[in-house]
């Protein structure tokens, strides 16, 4: 128990037994893939022809975005030569996984993704959606894998403040709501900023958005703030997300 | 003076107790992923309870233990942090399951009840669950549900197992 706790001694008999236990999951999760199938035959076609309309603008707003990206990724790698610098992110080193369950009890908070070790997934991969963080890889089968989510107890994230680069710990506390630590409180800081990864602890790339604050309490006589946020990432309605890849991930360092 | 107790044989309902507890942990499971359902009192631990009364020349600890591993990983804790409540859970039924046994089903169904909160208890220290709104008084009417539960239970597992050793 305490072994598990604190090391990652136990993982590969951790992993033996999720994929033990996967067939169980599997079935055990079969009534709400039924309630999606029969919810998505009722669709109506009027409505999948709006949703095909407006992906299609989405579609051309990202294309045009991108061409914009492009050219401020040469411009940020030419500054960075110049700086001498590490490598930015890119988009390439990337794995599209989709979302077979979710768990959410108050002891632990994860998601289970269709893409497992036959994927050439590994352990502590970083999965991302659209908007931002999502969690961590902690366990792995051949066919599947289970992202601890960053609203999970157990799990802790360097970040740092968007706007002032004052660093901190973004901590988990249940229910999609998250706790930033070791914010001093002679720091600047206001509700509505966004928390980003620091990278620090090589755990999770730098620069991903992670969160929002959503409270600040001053304390008196206390040395930090008492800060609440809540996180950018759907984390239980995405159904699509993205697994970071090592490679990619290893060239922040 | 001794007396003999009537224990059923593991050989009569293998296929029984293995499917009774695959299905206690299906449905564990189902209660999660499937319908977002937090807070049910173990069916896997009420199943191995009832098997402790039921199959008396084993211990059952080995089964405890198990059963324990796979909830740890089926609910991501700590591997042992489950075994550890399931093994001290069902020591205290086994210290006094011959007496349970002879209680009538509404006296069973209070104890298993008291069972149910040491698990909570148990589950309160070594977890520290985080409960936001009304979600503690959900957490400790557990043991109340399980009160209701095990007469169902009793009453299909002992068909069931009548079935099987009769049939």
């Keep these: ?253 | 003076m001794t007396e003999k107790v009537f224990s059923l044989q593991i050989n009569d309902i293998k296929w029984l107790f293995f499917l009774s507890y695959l299905t206690a942990i299906v449905i564990d499971n189902m209660m999660v992923l499937s319908f977002d359902i937090q807070f049910m009192p173990s069916l896997t631990l009420l199943t191995l309870f009832f098997w402790t009364t039921q199959i008396l020349y084993k211990s059952h600890l080995f089964s405890a233990f198990i059963l324990g591993l796979a909830f740890d990983t089926a609910l991501n804790t700590p591997l042992g942090s489950h075994s550890l409540i399931f093994l001290t859970t069902t020591f205290l039924m086994l210290r006094s399951r011959l007496r349970f046994k002879s209680y009538p089903l509404w006296q069973q169904s209070i104890i298993i009840g008291g069972y149910i909160l040491v698990f909570q208890i148990m589950s309160w220290f070594i977890f520290a669950p985080k409960l936001f709104g009304n979600a503690p008084y959900y957490y400790w009417l557990e043991p109340v549900i399980a009160t209701l539960i095990w007469p169902l239970l009793t009453l299909i597992l002992n068909r069931l197992t009548h079935k099987t050793v009769f049939n």
């Design chain 1, 1 to 253: 128990m305490v072994s598990d706790h604190y090391t990652n001694a136990l993982s590969n008999f951790r992993n033996l037994l999720t994929a033990t236990i996967e067939p169980v999951e599997r079935v055990a999760a079969l009534p709400l893939d039924l309630y999606n199938w029969i919810q998505q035959d009722y669709t109506h076609s009027n409505q999948l022809s709006a949703e095909n309309h407006r992906l299609k603008t989405e579609n051309l707003l990202l294309k045009a975005q991108q061409q914009q990206m492009k050219k401020l990724q040469l411009e940020v790698e030419r500054l960075n030569r110049l700086l001498g610098t590490a490598s930015q992110f890119k988009s390439t080193d990337v794995q599209i996984a989709s979302v077979i369950a979710y768990s959410q009890t108050p002891f632990a908070q994860y998601v289970i993704l269709n893409k497992g070790a036959l994927d050439n997934i590994q352990l502590n991969q970083t999965v991302i959606d659209a908007k931002g963080l999502i969690g961590q890889i902690t366990s792995l089968t051949p066919s599947s894998c289970r992202v601890q989510l960053i609203t999970d107890p157990e799990i802790q994230v360097p970040v740092r403040i968007q706007r002032t680069g004052q660093r901190g710990i973004l901590n988990g506390i249940g229910h999609e709501q998250l706790s930033l630590l070791f914010i001093p409180s002679s720091s600047s800081i206001k509700v509505g900023d966004i928390l980003e990864t620091s990278g620090l602890g090589e755990i999770f790339p730098e620069g991903r958005p992670v969160a929002t604050i959503s409270n600040v309490k001053s304390l008196s006589g206390e040395p930090y703030y008492k800060i609440s946020a809540e996180p950018i990432a759907d984390l239980t309605r995405s159904q699509k997300v993205l697994i970071l890849s090592p490679r990619q991930e290893a060239e922040h360092d």
